[in-house]
């Protein structure tokens, strides 16, 4: 698999089949989108940034003003002047505090936005994406990167990225007030610093790819279980079961394998913080027992250092420990960003938009097409559909119809030959609404009848939506619901049977009116009941239309203009209904088998 610039494929270590799944950004190319998502903001960025550094330089306030008592205490101060101090302190704190949550909301608010911006832009590229390019990836990769993958990145703007922005500003303000106390203190506190540094750098260096490893291996799964789940009566009918498990299991296991390797890294990350602390800490308590002895510094500036360096064990901790988050994040940040990159059908040509087919006839030319280098499933096609004309297309299983339909819609390109509609290519035709494809895979989404409807056609009036049911024979049934085109539909709403759910894309086929159609077995599951009422529906709806339909049952091809009998990859019939069956061949031989099987 060839990526765009900035990404990368999967590594060799990921589970079989990776080669296909969307590619993962790299981290340069993650860093400049997240630098692109952020311009719009930098001026809410230098403002929470400020705010955090004035909060933080407030709390500084407090190991001195600690240091301050224990001076007052050793020289037997007066009670005011304690007094007074501990007032600071309670002031100090109350800044602090107030200063701290407002500088935290602007984090937050900046983190969201962001977050919902690439939410967005994720969310537009993926339905922009060829089908070809989703179907080969399989809809787990997809899935995993839309749910598990947002959901760690937003877990890291809701709680990581706040903290560790403050943990950041903590050290580095905390070092230089140690500075300020005395030198001699920073450069004790400093001798932390290496080990530290090389638990980071051993913990990155061994995160960054076991976290991306681990989505890889989560999308693997998802994309399992998937196949499973919706394969599940095939499966039992053929006793595969045993075998779906096994797989399912090595999935799994793979996922925990690499989730207790991430576990055992985690555990040796700690184990190594714990060592720098020890370090530092000693080496700040000896260099103030020191300076006491030498009357270099108070016992309270050595309190104060000494508070100094233990209020950062949280912060550094904090910090590296956030790695943790951040290496997750950034694992599921560059996946989206790997998809975000990718060129859509959009893409394909500049002015895709501004494509205007001509007059819509449907020109196949010299059309040979493979999914396998050296495994041709169409062979030389030739196939000239005039405009206002309905085709049918009709075959064995394996015949090459879906496919050929498939390429005129634009969903793929051919191998070699050309196929256009109105004199363009049909990949060129970008977001225009020239080619509409249903297929018997309808989806019903989630949500009122009405709304469902005008996804075709947004702007569509109800009296607009009646009519377009109307014309399917579907109103009766639509406002025989219980809320009538207002009834929820969809997930945890109103069933609807396989005859409405056709009647209802038709409906949206209507409203959205494109000039060209293409039916693949869109009548197939609509059951013997329903597929008289539903082929006469499919009629209404392509009427005035060029139509490519492959024909399910042999009735819808014998309404058509013509017929096109394909067998092996390769058209060997074509002609009307009546000429076809008096000629005696292949769809002679098709239709006296379908006629057979209903009397």
Do not use: C
């Not at 639509?478 to 409906?507: K, N």
């Amino acid at each position: 698999m060839t990526g765009t610039p900035g990404t990368r494929t999967p590594s060799q270590a990921e589970p079989p089949g990776s080669a296909d799944l969307l590619p993962v950004a790299t981290g340069a190319r993650t860093r400049a989108a997240v630098a692109e998502l952020l311009r719009p903001q930098r001026w809410r960025a230098v403002a929470a940034f400020t705010v955090m550094v004035g909060a933080t330089a407030v709390g500084l306030l407090v190991q001195p003003l600690l240091g301050r008592i224990v001076d007052l205490a050793a020289d037997r101060g007066s009670a005011d002047a304690v007094t007074t101090t501990a007032a600071l302190l309670v002031a100090v704190a109350l800044a602090q505090g107030l200063s701290t949550g407002y500088g935290l909301s602007l984090l937050s608010r900046l983190g969201e936005t962001t977050l919902a911006r690439l939410r967005e832009r994720f969310v537009e590229r993926a339905l922009g994406l060829p089908l070809e390019r989703v179907e080969k990836a399989g809809a787990g990769d997809l899935t995993a990167r839309v749910t598990a993958d947002v959901s760690l990145i937003a877990e890291a703007v809701r709680n990581a990225l706040p903290e560790l922005a403050r943990s950041m500003l903590t050290i580095v303000l905390t070092l230089g007030a140690m500075a300020v106390l005395d030198w001699r203190f920073l450069l004790a506190a400093l001798l932390a610093l290496p080990v530290q540094a090389a638990t980071a750098r051993w913990y990155v260096g061994r995160a960054v790819p076991l976290y991306a490893a681990q989505r890889v291996a989560a999308g693997a799964q998802q994309q399992q279980l998937l196949d499973t789940v919706a394969a599940s009566s095939t499966v039992r009918a053929f006793r595969l079961e045993g075998e779906h498990t096994e797989r399912v299991a090595e999935r799994s296991r793979s996922v925990v394998d690499l989730t207790m390797r991430g576990v055992r890294l985690v555990l040796g990350f700690y184990s190594r913080l714990h060592v720098a602390e020890y370090i530092g800490l000693a080496a700040v308590l000896v260099t103030g027992y020191w300076l006491v002895r030498q009357d270099a510094a108070s016992l309270g500036t050595a309190t104060a250092a000494a508070l100094y360096f233990h209020s950062l064990f949280g912060p550094v901790n904090a910090a590296l420990a956030l790695l943790d988050d951040a290496q997750s994040a950034h694992a599921g940040l560059a996946r989206l960003v790997g998809v975000t990159d990718l060129p859509s059908t959009a893409d394909t040509d500049p002015d895709a938009t501004a494509v205007r087919p001509g007059p819509l006839d449907v020109t196949v030319r010299a059309l040979t097409h493979a999914y396998r280098p050296g495994h041709p499933v169409l062979h030389d096609i030739d196939l000239t559909i005039r405009h206002g004309e309905r085709v049918a297309l009709v075959g064995a299983s394996g015949a090459g119809k879906t496919t050929l339909a498939r390429l005129v819609a634009g969903i793929q390109p051919p191998t070699t030959g050309t196929v256009l509609v109105g004199g363009v290519p049909p990949t060129a035709l970008g977001t225009s609404r020239t080619v509409a494809l249903i297929t018997q895979e309808t989806h019903v989404f989630s949500g009122p009848l009405a709304d469902d409807l005008r996804l075709a056609r947004p702007d569509a009036t109800d009296t607009e939506l009646r009519a377009a049911l109307d014309r399917v024979d579907a109103l009766a049934w639509a406002e025989a619901l219980p809320d009538g085109l207002a009834t929820v539909v969809g997930e945890g709403g109103h069933t609807l049977s396989g005859a409405q759910t056709q009647a209802l894309a038709l409906a949206r086929l209507i409203l959205a009116d494109p000039p060209l159609v293409i039916l693949d077995e869109a009548t197939a599951e609509a059951g013997s009941a329903g597929a008289r009422a539903l082929e006469k529906a499919v009629a209404r709806a392509v009427d005035g239309r060029t139509a490519l339909i492959v024909a399910h049952r042999l009735s819808q091809a014998a309404a058509a203009d013509r017929i096109v009998v394909m067998d092996g990859g390769r058209i060997v019939e074509t002609g009307t209904h009546d000429r076809l069956r008096a000629s005696g061949g292949r769809y002679a031989a098709l239709w006296n088998a379908w006629s057979d099987t209903r009397t």
